[in-house]
């Protein structure tokens, strides 16, 4: 199976393809702004460095936040365009769960996320959720965390990482696209507000 996993959503724009468990390209650049001009150059030097057609990816993976605002929308949008042109699933990961699992599931993994509005918070078990994505106030976390572990040693990802679209790549292609479905991870009400109609 091969995978294209794209990552937008906090200070990096991230590609990467992977076959049968072997990463055939991967790309990443640190980047605040930009990755809605990066992403389609970015992943069409993966697709030739990793010597594949576009028409052989077996499925688009993307990170679904949280994150930047825009470079969710960015990773997502353009995941989702490219999944539906080539007729193949989208599979979308939480941001915290992309950074806690990268280098594996065994054990209890943790990742934190700090953006200047809000930081989030995950926790997980063995690949499963122990404590589901959410925000948190600053400094949170460790309370939350340790009430969670119970003394047992964790490994925590985080803050100011991007995810591995490599790992992504490699663990998507196990995930079940209809349990992974591409749609926004934001965890936070908006900034702003509409005004109410007179």
Known sequence: MIVLAIDSALDACSVAIAHDGETLAHLSEQMNR????????????????????FDQIDRVAVTTGPGSF?????????????????????????????????????GLRAALIETPGASYVALYEDGAALIAPQGVE???????????????????????????????????????????????TYLRAPHVTLPSAP
């Open 34 to 53: 930009g990755q809605a001009e990066r992403m389609a150059p970015m992943v069409r030097e993966a697709v030739l460095q990793a010597g594949v057609a």
């Open 138 to 184: 600053r400094g949170e976390h460790e309370t939350l965390l340790a009430e969670a572990v119970r003394g047992r040693p964790f490994a925590l990802k985080g803050p100011g990482v991007a995810a591995n679209a490599a790992a992504l790549a490699l663990r998507a292609a196990k995930l079940d696209p209809a349990r992974y479905p591409s749609d926004p």
């Open 70 to 106: 825009t470079g969710v929308r960015v990773g997502l949008s353009f995941a989702r365009a490219l999944a539906l042109s080539l007729d193949k699933p989208c599979i979308g990961v939480s941001t915290l769960e992309a950074l806690a699992l990268e280098e594996g599931a065994d």
